[in-house]
């Protein structure tokens, strides 16, 4: 959905509940950014997650935006619908030999991360410990036929080095930023039920929408880095980003669907008016 917007913004949610107060900023956020310019303010389904993402949550998230008093360009992308352009953009790591197949249940990994003091660790956490980097070519191929599960990883070192030299982005506020992937190990680009992973689908989208500014909260800075290798490695443009504040509950929380609180959907059924919520959050009109 390429745009000859100078600014072009979006707003990704998962369909996978409801959307809350932070979803509400992140949303008015990235399309303040978009009227500021002039630009083009997107909606995205992002829902990969198949065990959790719901026809009736994506219904409830453009009644929810709308009532807040936005617009956007439609067709709304919903990445179920592309993930052929996520495997073209597998297929291309996997003929620069930069993907490997990882056996590994997250038990296995847990454990093998447990048994080692000096196991390392990123900022999204324990980073895999490359147990199945080094199988060989034969093992691969057995476990392959026998249909054995697997994802699929990033061979970060040599993805490193087949960027060569430094790699940044600009970030509002702060100017260039030099990246460093490397403490996120070798990340799953593909899951064991899904053919794309976070990492990948979201890099892909943007490129293919013509994305300028991501926005996004701040909790997702780091993996900006990951981000901007796979740019690299595919040949995608990089856009601006902007990494904005988290709101949180009264108790100082970061709200997630997980410990969200009131909705919006809860706030509206209480009577809270859009133009409320808006001045409540920081964008009174």
């Not at 038990?107 to 080094?134: D, F, L, M, N």
């Not at 990494?243 to 809860?266: F, S």
Request: hydrophobic residues 40%; proline residues 5%; neutral net charge.
């Amino acid at each position: 959905m390429p745009t000859n917007a100078s600014v072009v913004t979006r707003f990704a949610p998962s369909p996978s509940g409801d959307l809350h107060l932070g979803h509400a900023f992140a949303a008015l956020f990235a399309a303040a950014r978009a009227d500021e310019a002039h630009g083009v303010f997107l909606l995205r389904i992002e829902d990969i997650d198949v065990g959790r993402c719901r026809p009736e949550f994506e219904a409830a998230i453009a009644e929810d935006l709308a009532w807040l008093g936005l617009s956007w360009q439609t067709p709304v992308r919903r990445q179920s619908d592309h993930m052929g352009d996520y495997s073209h953009a597998l297929g291309r790591l996997r003929a620069g030999g930069l993907v490997y197949p990882c056996f590994c249940t997250r038990k296995q990994i847990a454990a093998e991360i447990a048994s080692s003091p000096a196991a390392p660790h990123g900022s999204a956490g324990p980073v895999y410990p490359g147990t199945c980097r080094g199988l060989s070519r034969g093992e691969t191929e057995q476990r392959l036929a026998a249909g054995e599960g697997y994802a699929l990883r990033l061979r970060m070192d040599e993805a490193l080095a087949a960027v060569g030299g430094d790699l940044t982005f600009d970030e509002a506020g702060q100017g260039s930023v030099t990246c460093d992937p490397k403490p996120f190990g070798d990340v799953v680009l593909a899951r064991k039920d899904v053919a794309t992973s976070y990492h990948l689908a979201v890099t892909v989208d943007d490129a293919i929408q013509g994305v300028t500014l991501v926005t996004r909260g701040r909790d997702l800075f780091d993996a900006t880095h990951v981000h901007r290798l796979l740019q690299a490695l595919l040949g995608l443009p990089t856009p601006a980003y902007r990494h904005h504040r988290l709101i949180a509950d009264d108790t100082g929380q970061r709200l997630a669907k997980r410990a969200v609180g009131e909705t919006l959907r809860d706030l509206r059924a209480r009577g809270v008016s859009a133009d409320d919520m808006r001045r409540t959050l920081g964008f009174g009109r």
